[in-house]
C-alpha cells in the first residue's frame, strides 16, 4: 500500500505544529510526595501532540502519535516520562521539534481548619512539554479561595462583601517542578482564605473570620502571587490571572502578570 504522507511536497514550506487535539485517555500523575495510598493519582486527560513537519514531507503519520502514547497510559508520569515521549515522537517522526499537553482534573485532600474533617478538592490542571533545542515543562493550576473587600470592610459599619475567587497559575522550571499538591497550597494561601469542600460548623464559623481579618483587593492578591512565586528555587518563568467573581456587581475583577525569573 502506498504511504502518501511520505510523498514529497515541494512548497518548500515546513509545518510549526501537526498532529492530534481532543484526544482522551487516561493517564496516572505523579504525586510528591507520595501520598498515603500509592504514588500516583488516576486522571482522565485531554490530550494536544503535535511535531514539526519537515518542508519535503506531504503530512505526518497520526496514528503514531496514538501508538506512542497508548504504553505510557498505564506507568506514572511527570516531566521526565513526558520528555522521553517526546524525544520517542521526534525520532519515530523524523521532526526537529515535538510538543504535548496533558489537560486534567487533579484532586487534593483538604483538612478543615477546626474540625479536622477531610474531603477532596478538584483542580484543573495541565502538563505542557515542548522539546527543541532544549526540553522545557510547564505546570498550569487553577486555584479557588475566598477573596474579602478591603473597601467594603473599610466604609460598613459591620460585614464586608466576600467572594469565590480563581488563581490561575502556570510555572516553568529550570529545574524540577513543584508538585502540583505545593503550588496550589501556595496559591491558596494568598487569598483571604482557603475553600474547604467539607466545613462543619465550628469551621464555617472560623474562615468566615479569619477572611474577615484577612481583606485583599484582586491586585493585592496578584502581587503577594508575584512575592510568592519569585521565592520558589529554580523557576525561570511564571504567568498569573486573578479574577475574583464579585457578589455586589455585574462584573468581575480581574488582574495579571507574566515574568521571566532570572
Keep these: 500500500m502506498q504511504d502518501v504522507q511520505n510523498f514529497k511536497d515541494d512548497r518548500g514550506i515546513e509545518i510549526q505544529r501537526v498532529g492530534v487535539t481532543n484526544l482522551t485517555l487516561p493517564f496516572l500523575i505523579k504525586t510528591f510526595p507520595p501520598n498515603d495510598y500509592q504514588d500516583y493519582q488516576s486522571v482522565t486527560a485531554q490530550v494536544r501532540f503535535t511535531v514539526s513537519l519537515p518542508q519535503e514531507f506531504k503530512g505526518t503519520h497520526m496514528s503514531r502519535f496514538i501508538e506512542i502514547l497508548q504504553p505510557w497510559c498505564k506507568k506514572p508520569i511527570a516531566e521526565s516520562e513526558l520528555e522521553s515521549i517526546l524525544r520517542e515522537a521526534c525520532e519515530k517522526l523524523q521532526a526537529q521539534s515535538a510538543q504535548i499537553r496533558l489537560s486534567f482534573k487533579y484532586f487534593v485532600e483538604k483538612s478543615a481548619p477546626v474540625s479536622q474533617k477531610k474531603s477532596l478538592l478538584d483542580l484543573d490542571c495541565y502538563f ?9 515543562f510547564e505546570l498550569g493550576v487553577e486555584v479557588p479561595f475566598t477573596s474579602l473587600c478591603p473597601c467594603s470592610k473599610e466604609i460598613s459599619k459591620f460585614g464586608a462583601h466576600n467572594q ?11 529545574d524540577e517542578c513543584i508538585s502540583i499538591e505545593d503550588l496550589s497550597a501556595l496559591i491558596e494561601s494568598q487569598g483571604s482564605q482557603p475553600i474547604y469542600p467539607l466545613l462543619k460548623r465550628e469551621d464555617e464559623k472560623f474562615v468566615t473570620e479569619a477572611a474577615y481579618e484577612n481583606p485583599k483587593f484582586v491586585e493585592d492578591i496578584l502581587r503577594d502571587l508575584i512575592l510568592a512565586l519569585r521565592q520558589l528555587k529554580g523557576i525561570e518563568f511564571f504567568s498569573i490571572e486573578c479574577e475574583n467573581f464579585e457578589s455586589i456587581h455585574h462584573h468581575n475583577a480581574f488582574a495579571s502578570h507574566k515574568e521571566e525569573v532570572n
Design 128 to 136: 505542557e512539554a515542548t522539546l527543541d533545542q532544549k526540553f522545557k
Design 164 to 174: 469565590r475567587s480563581i488563581a490561575r497559575v502556570s510555572v516553568r522550571f529550570k
